[in-house]
């Protein structure tokens, strides 16, 4: 049963430095939204560019909320932060850079109510594909796939399992302890959650139009660890 002050769906949505993408996200989700009791939960890390002080102005008008943290933590703990504030039924996960269509919200969630636990938005699928990345860069991912699908017995049957953009019905988290290390959180529910009907829907993944992006050694050391960590769960 929802609460009374509680919405079906809570987008979560990590900043850091999107003052420029905060406005046009919030106004794209409301469009496809408008039908579905939801809210959008932005968890940002204290950017100094003012991307917290966008987002206090949005929530005057629109069904947004802001996390500050202290400092810049991490994407994978920022959803975390953002999953535990809420008791929504739904959860939707993407990022503020626009490279995640807000139009496919509504599909997922679509999904979910008809019986889905997870739902992937795939750049890997039927009618999925990336737009403006390098050879070299398209290289990267596919290996990064391809050690997923190695390491990760419960992700082998899902085309991207590294996608940061997906939905899900809250429940299959119960019980579960996520850790958060580095960007690929859905790579951690896949292996943990109580999941049993998942589907991908296709993506079209676009280069972030403004602001940059958060990949770095660092995240990709993250990862190396994330798949030694899960390889135990089967």
Same mark, same amino acid.
């Given at each position: ?31 496809? #939204? ?11 890390? *204290? *950017? ?9 102005? #949005? ?8 996390? #500050?943290?202290?400092?810049? #933590?991490?994407? =994978? ?49 039927? =009618? ?22 190695? %390491?990760?017995?419960?992700a082998k049957n899902i085309k991207d399992p590294l996608s940061g953009? %997906? ?12 850790? *958060? ?54």
């Amino acid at each position: 049963m929802i609460g009374a002050n509680e919405s079906l769906v809570s987008i979560v949505i990590p900043t850091y430095n999107e003052k420029e993408n905060v406005v046009p996200i919030i106004h794209n989700l409301h469009s496809v #939204m408008q039908k579905i009791n939801y809210r959008i939960i932005f968890v940002d890390d *204290s *950017s100094p560019d003012g991307t917290a002080a966008v987002i206090r102005m #949005m929530a005057n008008s629109y069904p947004v909320e802001l996390i #500050m943290r202290p400092r810049k #933590m991490g994407l =994978g703990s920022a959803v975390i932060t953002g999953v535990n504030s809420t008791s929504s039924p739904f959860i939707v996960v993407m990022d503020a850079d626009l490279q995640h269509d807000p139009n496919l919200v509504s599909i997922m969630v679509e999904k979910l109510t008809a019986g889905f636990d997870l739902v992937i938005a795939s750049r890997k699928v039927q =009618g999925g594909r990336v737009v403006g990345w390098s050879p070299e860069r398209k290289i990267i991912s596919d290996f990064a796939t391809y050690l997923a699908h190695l %390491f990760v017995p419960r992700a082998k049957n899902i085309k991207d399992p590294l996608s940061g953009f %997906f939905a899900f019905k809250r429940d299959i988290l119960r019980g579960v302890s996520l850790e *958060s290390r580095g960007f690929k959180l859905l790579l951690e529910i896949l292996a943990k959650a109580h999941y049993k009907r998942v589907c991908e829907v296709p993506l079209v993944f676009r280069e972030r139009r403004t602001g940059k992006s958060k990949l770095n050694l660092n995240e990709y050391l993250l990862f190396i660890l994330l798949l030694i960590s899960l390889a135990k769960y089967k």
